[in-house]
Each structure stands twice: as C-alpha cells, then as structure tokens.
C-alpha cells in the first residue's frame, strides 16, 4: 500500500511540475516576478490585505519594486492560458460547468478605464444594487462527490454595455471548442449550469447548433407556452401560434408533466420530487439580445423551445421549510436526466466559495 501510495504523490507532483511549467510558458513580459508573485498569493496562509505583504512572502525573492513592476508592465498569454487550463480537466471527471459574474468593485477608482455600474448581491450602506467597478465571468469545472473543489477554465472581464447573452456563448463556444480539441468530443455533451439572471431563451438561441447541454434557473412568476394551439377559431384572422399558456405559478399543480422523478430520502432535502414539461417556449420580445440582432434575420421573432423543471424539496439543509419553488430551464440535443438536472444544480454554488476568495485578492492587485 505504501508504494501505491508513493507513487501516487509522485505522479500528482509530476502532473502539478508539467502544469508549472505551463504557466510559466504563458507569462510573456516579467515572467520570473509575476510566476512568484503567483506563488505568494497562493501559498500565504490566511487572507491578503497587502500587497506589500506579498513582497515579504519567502517565496517571493525579488525588491518591493519588483512586485508592482510586474503588476503595471507583466504580460499574460490568455488565450494559451486558457488551452492549459482545459487541459487539465480530468479524463474520469463530469464535463459539468458553472458560470457566474463577480462584480470588483472600484468606487472610489473614478479613472479606472470602462468602469461601470455592475449588480452587487450584498450593500452595506444602503438599498443599493449596483456598485461602480468591473464585471468579471467564470467558467467553472463542478465535480460530484463530498468535495466542494472547483477548477477555473476561464475567466473574462465583460466589457460596459457587452451584451451578456452574447459574451456568455461566446466563452461557452470557445470552451467547448477547446475540450474538443482536447479529444473529449467521445464524452457526453457538456452541461452549463446557470443562475437566475441569465435570459435562458435568447442564451438558448445564441447557442444553437452547438452540441451542449444547458441550464438554467428560471423565476418562478413566468409564462410559458406549449406550443399546440388548439381548434381554429371562427371568423377572420390567423389561429394562434403560442398554444396554450402555462404559468408556472398556478399551471404546474393542474397540468400532468412529460417526466417526474421521485428521491424518497435524502439525507440533506428529504423527499425530493422532480416534474418536467417538454415542448415549452416563452414569448420573446425585441428588445435586449433580440434587439440586438438584425431584423432581416427573422421575419417575427423565433420560437425557442425547452424543457421546464420543477424541483420541490421536502425542507432545507437547516432544517427550514422551503418558501418557494425551484425551477429550471433546460435544453440541450437529447431528453434532460431529471436526477442529474437538480444535483447538478446544487452543484453550481461550490464555484461561489473560489469566486470570493479570487475577488478579494484580485482587489488588491488593482
């Protein structure tokens, strides 16, 4: 068992000296102090509140000068950084990815180029939500399992006034591109996990034709429609195209689902009961990503098609009753899998704990 054991480090020290290397490949000006100063940041036990306390780290061996030369004239690769990064995905792990934006907030930064106004989830002073700073979005790898380990394949800033459908499949594209690259096109299509705040139909439209599977939590007051209208009316004008409406909060306890999926017992949620309806689209307006595109693309605004879910939980991991429904948005090239849909939503806000801790020092830097 030992020498399994030994050769177990070693092959994981060998894997993390190959990805060292790597990294210090996509640092193109000030590389030497910028891959130390990296090594700082990780390795300091306890938060950062200095950068003047990474200057006296051990690890970082050159002057307080150093550090900010490095921070004002270093240079990063990104786009090989981010080939290193979906290179390390494990071969036996889920293609199963979170995206979220972090606001870095920069109040008091009025100089700072393409600041804006960004959603904050927490203020202090006041009933604001929206903070002067920078909106940045992850792509995180998730895992099942008891740990809560995320691994960062891509972050980007998003610039003021981007069209965040947009520049949401856009990292969606090029990841995906990537992993194909990486020969893991054998693998299930990837799922991209998303919080409430991402318009799922229009990310849905911008994503057609790529072989993903996608996401979404939905709020709970929406309408949606089936699709089957029903016998033609009398008199002049056309039928109805929309079909019957469905509002998800009334419609769901009348209306018998396509799938439904019953777990008995589980130890954190107890009884959890999963319902699914097929087939369901919403009405889109041109506004937003819809306004965005040229009129001479559609001649009326498309009909994007998904699968509604339901996920209702018997109470909550502290014991409190659930106050509101959990519903999801999903499409993708095949029927959803209803057990795999909701744990994998859970999943989602392991990347939250990385995305704070990334905020905090990035703060610093800048």
Not at 32 to 56: K, M, N, Q, R, Y
Not at 113 to 139: E, I, M, N, S, T
Not at 304 to 325: A, K, S
Not at 331 to 360: K, N
Request: hydrophobic fraction near 40%.
């Amino acid at each position: 068992m030992s020498v399994l054991h030994e050769h177990a480090e070693v092959e994981a020290l060998s894997r993390l000296s190959v990805f060292r290397d790597g990294f210090y490949d996509c640092l193109n000006a000030r590389a030497d102090a910028l891959f130390e100063l990296a090594d700082a940041a990780l390795c300091t036990d306890g938060p950062i509140t200095s950068l003047v306390e990474l200057s006296l780290s051990p690890l970082f061996r050159r002057g307080h000068g150093a550090l900010y030369d490095a921070l004002a004239d270093g240079a990063i690769d990104e786009e090989r950084l981010r080939d290193l990064l979906a290179a390390q995905f494990p071969a036996d792990a889920p293609l199963m990815f979170g995206i979220d934006a972090t606001t870095f907030p920069r109040p008091n930064a009025e100089c700072s180029p393409d600041r804006g106004l960004h959603y904050a989830p927490c203020r202090c002073d006041g009933d604001r939500k929206v903070v002067p700073g920078w909106a940045f979005q992850w792509v995180m790898g998730l895992e099942w399992g008891s740990s809560s380990w995320t691994l960062p394949v891509d972050a980007r800033r998003l610039p003021e006034g981007a069209c965040p459908v947009t520049a949401t499949a856009a990292q969606i594209r090029d990841l995906t591109r990537r992993l194909q690259e990486q020969k893991q096109a054998r693998r299930p299509a990837p799922l991209f996990v998303l919080d409430q705040g991402y318009a799922a139909a229009a990310l849905t439209h911008a994503l057609d034709g790529l072989e993903v599977q996608l996401l979404v939590r939905i709020a709970g007051d929406r309408v949606f429609y089936d699709g089957r209208p029903g016998p033609r009316k009398p008199g002049p004008g056309r039928n109805g195209v929309h079909g019957h409406r469905f509002e998800l909060a009334t419609d769901a306890d009348v209306r018998p689902p396509d799938q439904s999926l019953i777990v008995p017992d589980t130890a954190k949620y107890g009884r959890v009961e999963v319902r699914a309806w097929s087939g369901m689209h919403q009405k889109v307006q041109r506004t937003g990503y819809f306004a965005r595109l040229e009129a001479e693309l559609f001649s009326r605004l498309p009909i994007i098609e998904g699968t509604v879910i339901q996920v209702r939980v018997e109470w909550l991991p502290d014991g409190r009753n659930p106050h509101r429904t959990m519903w999801l948005w999903y499409s993708g090239p095949h029927e959803p899998d209803l057990d795999v849909c909701w744990r994998a939503y859970l999943r989602r806000f392991d990347m939250e704990i990385c995305q704070a801790q990334c905020t905090d020092n990035y703060s610093l830097a800048v």
